[in-house]
């Protein structure tokens, strides 16, 4: 019997259904000579800093920096102990002679079995299985190349470096900045969230330092389309040119250029390439779409979720052929893009690239996908089915071609100009605005390639004379930056190479044959920004991502050398040679170890006191000093109201203001709420629990004299409620 042991439950029945393991036990699946089970993701992890006697309890400056040895691993997660032991339970089984590696095709996958076959202890033979679909015929084809464990031998320290580095890096610059702040709540930082929340604030910043100023253009209407002068910084100069091309009655023609582009057909998707459409087409966030892939995965309708390629190899060439008239069916695709469709042009070939394939291969839909599985599926799983099917109609298309056309004109002796763009050759352009129109919305972007400008007629010639039309002046303003959203600050996080100076650092980071290239995986990009909004360093507003106050005084605490890419870039480098057999893993961790103390000196050394300073909302009532958000985050209170510990434990009123606002009527108010409240105005609150459940609607104003949050008496029937 052979054991194989998977990632994800999902993975596990995958094989099972192929290798003929269908007779289920407790947690695993056996039959045709296969034992098949899962790891549900990280079942051994690092051990937090409480698991040392010498860290445990309160956090201690003077104990810093944190080096573990030996570093400790234990079960991580609420079911890890019972999964761990029924994994070496079956290792054990005297008819099981050999241990399949089926986690993840990629570091994150090896560490995690690595982990569990050291805790278990197993000591049987491994062999590596690479899993790159979950269609029957893409695993055995995988189970029939599988090889020995000891070749990933490298790609495992590699592995157990960057966890452990993360891990002096992240807890000891935690606890440092956490003590040295005095904070209430730990400032989290960490390789990846640091440098993300760092670009996050950055922008923030470009968007909120913007001044917008105004300018006029001159714009003349030929019959058909419209040329413009230069900017003008004061209407007064812009008016004056009107005038003088008010009095002329012709444009002579001084230059045309007119030139066909080819428009390459986009590459299908990655996860990240996926998410970023998803935020502009459908509005979904990178982590719905997430879930929404991972889904549909497990329902066999697409191939494995967490990929960075965005092509697939020769071997997957005719299961991709397949697919073209399956999923190019109206009742799958959709009707407009099933009619813009041409078969006759296209070519599978355009989408292998067996180099650009590391792991797996880019997301496809799979030939379990029919118009009855499509019509199922809704919200966000349809939205992402659908793009996944349109981008490999779209990606296996010739080229499209526009026409781009440029004119200069005089004008009273002042030269006018415009530019246009229009589709002669449609091919996987009208496929892919098909797509948006099935999706209800397309993009707004200024680099869409399907997006048409004016178009200037095509039998204008140098030399001729056009026909003025009307002249008049155009206000315009100069455009801010644009916050990030989910699609920019993904595609930043993927692109994160482009801000590493040194050419040898930048090909470390941006190198993805063991590792997903710049910040962060496709897997863990989505929990990345998530984590960074929940903690409060950064905020969702509509789609924008910007930056908190705490968020940008966290940035301006911490190291500089943690706020870049760049120290991705260098570790990637040095385990890019430990997973090739090049560099030492003891060298890389003792130089990991040096920097986490210079972490901790630094945030010791360069301590401002004006950071991290709490917010007034208003005036408290009773005493006249500022209230302020509690540094738990869960009410608002006097600066004047403190709470002292006595020796046995309870707790007694220290400061001599009791003002505090906390739940009403179950809902938490704003920070926005409470200000409006301190400021004397009356706050209309929606989303009040109600005792027999459900919620409703009320005014809230403050009572002044007590400090108590009232209701206010609402004429008719009283405040309305709304049935749960």
């Known amino acids: 019997m052979k054991l194989m042991i998977a990632e994800k439950p999902s993975v596990a029945r995958a094989i099972a259904s192929v290798v003929g393991a269908d007779s289920r036990g407790d947690g695993y699946l056996e039959g045709g000579g296969w034992v098949v089970t899962w790891c549900r993701g990280h079942l051994v992890d690092l051990c937090r800093p409480d698991a040392y006697e010498q860290w445990a309890g309160a956090w201690d400056l003077a104990k810093l920096p944190m080096l573990p040895d030996p570093w400790k691993w234990a079960p991580a997660g609420s079911d890890a102990e019972e999964r761990l032991s029924l994994i070496k339970e079956l290792a054990e089984r005297p008819d099981v002679t050999e241990i399949v590696n089926a986690c993840d095709a990629d570091r994150e996958g090896e560490g995690i079995f690595r982990r569990v076959y050291e805790f278990i202890q197993a000591g049987k033979p491994v062999k590596r299985f690479w899993s790159t679909s979950l269609v029957d015929d893409a695993v055995r084809k995988d189970l029939a190349g599988m090889r020995p464990w000891a070749e990933y031998e490298g790609l495992g320290l590699a592995s157990e470096g960057r966890a452990k580095a993360d891990w002096l890096v992240g807890m000891n610059g935690t606890r440092a900045y956490t003590k040295v702040?005095?904070?209430?709540?730990?400032?989290?930082?960490?390789?990846?969230?640091?440098?993300?929340?760092?670009?996050?604030?950055?922008?923030?910043?470009?968007?909120?330092?913007?001044?917008?100023?105004?300018?006029?253009?001159?714009?003349?209407?030929?019959?058909?389309?419209?040329?413009?002068?230069?900017?003008?910084?004061?209407?007064?100069?812009?008016?004056?040119?009107?005038?003088?091309?008010?009095?002329?009655?012709?444009?002579?023609?001084?230059?045309?250029?007119?030139?066909?582009?080819?428009?390459?057909?986009?590459?299908?998707?990655?996860?990240?390439?996926?998410?970023?459409?998803?935020?502009?087409?459908?509005?979904?966030?990178?982590?719905?779409?997430?879930?929404?892939?991972?889904?549909?995965?497990?329902?066999?309708?697409?191939?494995?979720?967490?990929?960075?390629?965005?092509?697939?190899?020769?071997?997957?060439?005719?299961?991709a052929a397949a697919l073209l008239p399956l999923v190019s069916r109206p009742g799958i695709a959709g009707d407009g893009v099933a009619r813009c469709f041409d078969p006759e042009r296209a070519d599978v070939s355009r989408v292998v690239n067996d180099a650009e394939v590391s792991g797996h291969g880019a997301v496809l839909p799979t030939t379990m996908l029919d118009e009855e599985a499509m019509s199922r599926l809704e919200g966000a799983e349809r939205s992402v089915m659908t793009l996944v099917c349109c981008r490999l109609l779209a990606a296996v298309m010739e080229p499209g071609v526009r026409t781009h056309s440029k004119i200069e004109v005089e004008i009273a002796g002042e030269v006018f100009t415009a530019s246009g763009s229009v589709v002669k050759d449609a091919s996987w352009i009208a496929v892919d605005d098909a797509c948006k129109d099935a999706l209800k919305g397309g993009s707004t972007s200024e680099d869409d390639p399907s997006e048409d400008r004016m178009a200037i007629p095509g039998d204008i010639a140098e030399g001729s004379e056009l026909d003025i039309v009307d002249v008049s002046v155009k206000e315009g303003k100069t455009t801010p930056p644009k916050p990030f959203t989910d699609a920019t600050l993904l595609s930043a996080m993927e692109h994160a190479g482009r801000m590493v100076a040194d050419d040898e650092l930048r090909a470390a980071i941006d190198d993805d044959s063991s590792h997903s290239g710049g910040l962060g995986t496709p897997a863990t990009r989505a929990d990345t920004i998530e984590r960074i909004i929940a903690r409060g360093y950064a905020e969702r507003k509509g789609r924008s991502i910007l930056a908190t106050e705490k968020g940008k005084d966290l940035i301006a605490t911490v190291s500089d050398s943690l706020k870049t890419p760049t120290l991705t870039a260098k570790w990637e480098s040095q385990l890019s040679e430990i997973e090739h057999g090049r560099g030492s893993l003891d060298a890389f961790l003792s130089g990991i170890e040096g920097y986490a103390g210079r972490i901790v000196r630094e945030a010791i050394d360069e301590f401002d006191p004006d950071l991290f300073k709490e917010a007034s909302c208003g005036t408290c009532p009773l005493c006249g000093k500022p209230v302020v958000l509690s540094k738990s985050g869960t009410y608002f209170k006097c600066v004047d109201q403190r709470w002292g510990k006595t020796e046995d434990g309870s707790f007694y009123q220290a400061g001599s203001c009791p003002f505090t606002i906390g739940k009403v009527a179950g809902k938490r108010l704003t920070e926005k709420q409470v200000a409006s409240l301190l400021s004397g105005a009356k706050v209309r609150v929606s989303g009040l629990v109600k005792k027999a459940g459900g919620t409703f609607s009320a005014t809230l104003v403050l009572n002044r004299s007590t400090g108590a949050v009232d209701f206010v008496k609402e004429p008719g029937n009283g405040n309305k409620r709304k049935k749960g």
Do not use: H, N
């Open 181 to 319: 702040y005095g904070s209430g709540k730990a400032l989290s930082v960490g390789r990846v969230q640091t440098p993300v929340l760092a670009m996050v604030v950055d922008q923030t910043r470009r968007v909120e330092d913007f001044v917008v100023e105004p300018f006029w253009r001159v714009a003349v209407d030929l019959g058909g389309f419209e040329v413009s002068s230069a900017r003008f910084d004061d209407r007064g100069g812009a008016d004056a040119l009107a005038e003088k091309a008010s009095c002329a009655r012709t444009a002579v023609v001084k230059r045309v250029e007119r030139k066909d582009v080819k428009a390459k057909a986009p590459t299908l998707y990655d996860l990240t390439s996926l998410q970023r459409d998803a935020s502009t087409r459908c509005g979904l966030t990178a982590e719905e779409t997430l879930k929404a892939l991972q889904s549909l995965y497990e329902a066999k309708l697409a191939t494995y979720p967490r990929t960075d390629s965005r092509y697939i190899t020769s071997d997957d060439a005719a299961e």
